[in-house]
């Protein structure tokens, strides 16, 4: 935080997917960032590059050398690249890795200083940003390392109809079965249960558990992992007063819209989760890292090549990832107060003006 100004700090991603498109689409309208003051880690050259392309006369970028001087009311954007970067919409290049890892290195930089307050991420591309300096499956993992500890981040996809996180994330399908533990479950179960309570202010969070295998094993006929590992870390979580249920078969649990009667689920692997969230809600959605001392989120979806350079990508979930980091931090402010002086605690409104 400057000067009693709320920072979102926003990096802009891959260059040549639709990064830009959506952080510009979604920054046109001044009303969105009238809490916070916005600031761009990435190239002005790549940001007037599509500003042209897409003829987005109400955006005006304001080109600082520091996070210090950014103002409010103005879209800020601090130069990470070089100025001959190129720009190539729709390509796979080294240097679009380069300039991503660039941009967000230097906002965590920011951020460990104080003076970002949250990190709102456009796309990576998984592979072209890896180097000696950022090897790892995703920005999930590299905040971890930065902010937290081993396993205690958590992969949180949500929106207004349902939030969902992952036991297991970015790993090989053929690993995800030996990954899973008790102790690995009730650890992402505490995780889940605390963010719903301080991040989305939900007092008593139901949490619905997902199997891991078709029809969540048929009591071991399919596989045993429910009765062995995921079962148990049920009882064990439910020790220390956390509500979950199940395990529940994936395919039933959100055919049969089940997913309506919980606060959170709780899913075993990537896929499981975020297929049927993605299926729902994939303009709406957004990526929280959970579990951390900072506020990430990010839009739900990727790079998507297909799309860019051809003014066709919705920043609707761009949007709603800006809306979502400043929520959670009022909301974390909120819960701070609450627990310093509970019998003290003035009425609080979110962005939209409703009652928290």
Request: charged content about 25%; hydrophobic content about 35%; aromatic content about 8%.
């Amino acid at each position: 935080m400057i000067n009693n100004r709320i920072i979102i700090g926003i990096t802009h991603g891959d260059i040549n997917g639709i990064g830009y498109e959506v952080i510009l689409k979604a920054l046109s309208e001044p009303r969105v960032y009238d809490e916070f003051v916005p600031v761009i880690y990435g190239s002005s050259k790549a940001a007037g590059f599509y500003r042209k392309l897409y003829d987005i006369q109400a955006v005006n970028l304001n080109n600082i050398n520091s996070v210090e001087e950014a103002q409010p009311k103005k879209i800020n954007i601090i130069n990470c690249c070089s100025d001959d970067i190129k720009v190539e919409p729709g390509k796979v290049s080294e240097e679009a890795g380069k300039s991503a890892f660039s941009a967000l290195q230097k906002a965590t930089e920011d951020m460990k200083k104080g003076f970002v307050d949250a990190l709102v991420t456009a796309p990576i591309n998984k592979k072209n940003i890896q180097s000696e300096e950022f090897n790892f499956p995703g920005h999930t993992e590299y905040l971890e390392q930065l902010f937290g500890e081993k396993n205690s981040s958590l992969m949180l996809l949500a929106n207004d109809v349902m939030r969902v996180a992952v036991v297991t994330g970015h790993i090989p399908v053929n690993n995800i079965s030996k990954s899973i533990t008790k102790e690995l479950i009730v650890e992402k179960l505490k995780t889940l249960n605390n963010s719903l309570k301080q991040d989305f202010t939900i007092v008593r969070p139901r949490i619905a558990v997902l199997g891991l295998n078709p029809h969540a094993g048929d009591d071991g006929v399919i596989g045993n992992e429910e009765e062995t590992t995921i079962k148990p870390a049920l009882k064990e979580a439910e020790k220390e007063g956390i509500m979950c249920f199940g395990p529940y078969p994936a395919d039933g649990f959100f055919g049969s819209g089940q997913f309506n009667k919980f606060d959170g689920i709780l899913a075993m692997y990537h896929d499981q989760g975020l297929i049927p969230f993605k299926t729902i809600a994939m303009d709406s959605g957004v990526n929280y890292t959970a579990g951390l001392p900072i506020v990430r989120t990010s839009p739900a979806h990727g790079t998507a090549y297909d799309l860019a350079g051809k003014n066709q990508a919705s920043e609707e979930s761009f949007r709603q990832a800006l809306f979502m980091a400043y929520d959670i931090l009022k909301n974390r402010e909120l819960d701070k107060e609450i627990h310093s002086n509970p019998l003290k605690v003035e009425e609080r409104k979110d962005r939209g003006g409703r009652i928290a």
